[in-house]
């Protein structure tokens, strides 16, 4: 995993959660995704919080087509694991047990997600053995 140091703000995380859901888009098509009730005049904001993204290395755009495309560099699970990292360090000294056990004392984590932690592990235990 790559080691992902910038936080998001709330409106570059929300274009990267719908590069997420649908893959490539338009600035044209994000801009009528986030802002639908509005013409043109989000236009210059999608483009500044493109360029922004795009310079942190969450994004990228082709320059191959007469439109531009932009594309998802990071994954979303890349990004919630190093914001849980971060988390991790500032709360815990990094300590991630903490964590998972307020989400298990909480019921937070569903049968599936302990099911499929169990499976992890086992495979790292059959790795190492």
Known sequence: MNKIKTALANSELSIMELLWKKGSQTARQIREEL????????????????????????????????ILTFWPMVSRNEYAGSQLESLANRLTDGALTPLITHFVEERKISRDDIQQLRQLLNNL?????
Do not use: I, M, W
Request: proline share 3%; no cysteine.
């Open 125 to 129: 235990d059959s790795a190492q053995e």
């Open 35 to 66: 802002y639908p009730d509005t013409d043109h005049a989000q236009h210059g904001t999608v483009q500044r919080l493109l360029q922004r993204l795009e310079d942190k290395g969450f994004v990228r755009r082709d320059k191959t087509q007469t």
